[in-house]
Nanobody, 124 residues
Framework: VQLQAYGGGLVQTGDFLRLSCAASGRTFSSHAAGWFRQAPGNEREFVAA????????FYADSVKGRFTISRDNAKNTVYLHMNSLKPEDTAVYYC??????????????????WGKGTLVTVSS
């Protein structure tokens, strides 16, 4: 599975932004997908994940209620809808895929596939 994230940019506090991640490969629907982020000087952190079927979603507490993850398996794409953005959301966002959704929130080192990041900057 190859992944390409896009949609980052510079926004203001309170704005909305949608990230997209296009996947290649015929097995994408059998993989969980999700997003991580990494701010300068910080560890990479889990943001959100969704099962292959799209039936279950998981979120970090810091984004719960503001971010929504979704996927369209017909388009091999996973999305991250980010509402009410805050300066602390500023980071490089990475999309990822793995057969086990638990890898996302238990140990990101176990996640198999990664895309290149897209930078989100939220100004105050």
């Amino acid at each position: 599975v190859q992944l390409q994230a896009y949609g980052g940019g510079l926004v203001q506090t309170g704005d909305f932004l949608r990230l997209s991640c296009a996947a290649s490969g015929r097995t994408f629907s059998s993989h969980a997908a999700g997003w991580f982020r990494q701010a300068p000087g910080n560890e990479r952190e889990f943001v959100a994940a969704i099962t292959g079927s799209g039936e279950r979603e998981f979120y970090a507490d810091s984004v719960k209620g503001r971010f929504t993850i979704s996927r369209d398996n017909a388009k091999n794409t996973v999305y991250l809808h980010m509402n009410s953005l805050k300066p602390e959301d500023t980071a490089v966002y990475y999309c990822a895929a793995d057969r086990a959704v638990a890898s996302f929130y238990l140990d990101y080192n176990a996640v198999d596939y990664w895309g290149k990041g897209t930078l989100v900057t939220v100004s105050s």
